[in-house]
């Protein structure tokens, strides 16, 4: 499944650092963002547009992530030659992200009560 | 007891709407209204602009903002804080001035609070970029030099009795901040309570992204009403917890979901949030709905401040100059990429010098990067961008895009073209007495 399916995520800018969030729906879901949402993954995802280090904080108690990724945004919003100066549309391509299905996982139901 | 203080955000940005915080003042039983305007470049525009017109340089919709809410606040009691004085916040508080007189509204105290310009104390003193380590005079044709104030000289208008404060360059949640401190008495060494009150200014300086803004993704998130967003209001109680809701019957919603969005944005260590009044501490933040548009914050902390202050600076770095096109139809791709080859090869046979060029297909790779696997698109939009040292090599850019109307690939469509100033910002560590807040009053 997507990783849209499970959390939900939004970008942040400062100079030439992008953050992005990423949250559970469900904290019973946060562990399966641990697992397949590492570093490495979200970097290899960013091919072509991140090309510093991608740094992961945990915030279990929110069921949260948070990945700041360096040398991310062409130089900053301000220099930038990119359409997207901020990198904003950064988190909706990150929701594109595999994570494999899971015998006795409860899908989460698409909808926002 | 003290009671709790509500406090509004009635704008995330400079161009934000204006409605939601007329509908704060007036149903919001709000005692503050916060304006939140001013991006990190906004400063450098804003001093450009005032070298140009010594009256000009405050935020340019400052009159029409004042003009929506500031009768209503001054007949309610509402106390108005916003930092939309840019890089004028003297002209700023005399037009404010103004525009009370000219609506008959009297006995308002305005206070203008500067002393964040340091560009003077940069002459001599050679600053390492936070950036790059390079040193500041690397850095050619620097325009503003702003250093991030606390809320200090807020919380000092604040008990002068000012109805109005606008204030240059502060950190965003210092605003928010500021009257949390003022009502409650918190001690400026109570690193805890900082870090509760920063929480909460970080959770509203950008007004509707935490009441459903900036959130719908249906069918998975979805927010009604968002034509007319509610802007949030903080319900902060003596000891820094608080609740985040907005307005009755206004549009968008306040949930767990919302806020964690927010408490995240531009965050990086979230236990290391520097500002110029704490090092707060996010990571044991809890978010609980505990009710319809009624989320309650809890576990801010904060440890204390650092010994310096940031500064951003401002510097001209040439010019941008872009162009797009689009292509349709059966082999758009083709096309597309055709044109972006055409236009390659003029910018190099007419020796357009470029300190970096960029070459996209909007709908293919302009936000992803280089496409991994290409679908076939119905259309496709060229852009190409270029960063030069002088305004003329910029518009050649578009230039070549546009030629391709003519001398292209078949079929081209919807030519634009700009040209604009990059005036991009860099930032520097200074020690704290280097700059010097100062308040100015205004009586009406």
Same mark, same amino acid.
């Given at each position: ?113 | ?9 009635? +704008? ?36 450009? +602009? ?105 919380? +000092? ?126 990571? +044991? ?99 190409? /961008? ?7 090599? /910029? ?28 005036? /991009?910002? /860099? ?18």
């Amino acid at each position: 499944m997507k990783l849209r399916e499970l959390a939900h995520s939004r970008t942040g800018d400062k100079g030439d650092i992008s953050n992005i969030s990423l949250i559970a729906f469900e904290p019973e879901h946060y562990a399966l963002l641990e697992k397949y949402v590492t570093p490495e993954r979200v970097r290899q995802h960013f091919t072509g547009i991140v090309y510093g280090q991608v740094t992961r904080y945990t915030l279990p108690a929110l069921g949260a992530l948070n990945f700041v990724m360096e040398r991310a945004l062409g130089g900053g919003v301000t220099r930038t030659l990119a359409l997207d100066a901020h990198g904003k549309c950064l988190s909706s391509s990150l929701m594109a992200l595999d994570i494999p299905e899971l015998d006795g996982l409860c899908k989460p139901a698409a909808g926002d009560a | 007891m003290k009671k709790a203080v509500r406090i509004g955000s009635g +704008a995330g940005y400079s161009g934000d709407r204006i409605e939601p915080a007329l509908e704060l003042a007036e149903k919001g039983n709000i005692q503050y209204l916060v304006f939140e305007c001013l991006a990190e470049r906004t400063i450098a525009l804003a001093q450009q +602009a005032k070298l140009k017109d010594p009256e000009k340089g405050y935020d340019p919709l400052l009159v029409d903002r004042m003009e929506a809410v500031l009768r209503v606040c001054r007949e309610k009691g509402i106390r108005i804080i916003t930092n939309m004085g840019a890089a004028n916040p003297i002209a700023g508080a005399n037009k404010i001035a103004e525009v009370a007189r000219a609506r008959g509204i009297e006995g308002l105290k305005i206070a203008a609070i500067t002393g964040d310009d340091v560009l003077e104390h940069l002459k001599g003193v050679d600053f390492p970029l936070m950036e790059t380590g390079a040193p500041v005079s690397s850095l050619k044709n620097i325009v503003s030099a702003n250093a991030y104030l606390g809320a200090s000289p807020i919380v +000092a208008a604040l008990k002068e009795n000012a109805d109005v404060i606008i204030t240059g360059r502060v950190a965003d949640p210092a605003l928010f901040l500021a009257p949390l401190i003022h009502e409650f008495g918190w001690s400026m060494e109570d690193w805890d309570l900082l870090g509760k009150g920063t929480v909460v200014g970080h959770l509203l300086e950008c007004a509707g992204q935490i009441t459903g803004g900036y959130f719908a993704d249906p069918p998975v998130k979805n927010v009604a009403g968002l034509a007319r967003l509610g802007f949030p209001i903080a319900e902060v109680s003596p000891d820094g917890s608080a609740i985040i809701t907005k307005a009755e019957n206004s549009g968008g919603k306040v949930t767990a979901r919302t806020c964690k969005e927010q408490l995240l944005y531009e965050i990086h260590d979230p236990s290391r949030y520097l500002t110029p009044d704490v090092v707060a501490d996010f990571s +044991a933040v809890t978010i609980t709905e505990i009710g319809p548009d009624r989320v309650q914050i809890n576990g801010g902390r904060g440890r204390p401040k650092t010994d310096t202050l940031k500064v951003s600076v401002g510097h001209v770095e040439g010019h941008i100059g872009e162009g797009q096109i689009s292509y349709a139809g059966p082999g758009a791709l083709e096309r597309g990429q055709l044109a972006l080859d055409i236009v390659r090869e003029r910018l190099s046979l007419a020796g357009v010098r470029t300190q970096e060029l960029r070459f996209d297909l909007i709908g293919l790779d302009a936000i992803h990067g280089p496409a991994r696997s290409m679908g076939v698109p119905r259309e496709v939009r060229v852009r190409v /961008a270029g960063r030069t040292d002088t305004a003329k090599e /910029a518009a050649r850019i578009g230039n070549e895009v546009e030629t391709l109307y003519t001398n292209g690939p078949a079929g081209g469509g919807g030519a634009t073209k700009a040209t604009r100033e990059v005036v /991009a910002v /860099a930032s520097i560590l200074i020690s704290r007495d280097t700059a010097t807040p100062k308040i100015h009053y205004l009586g009406v």
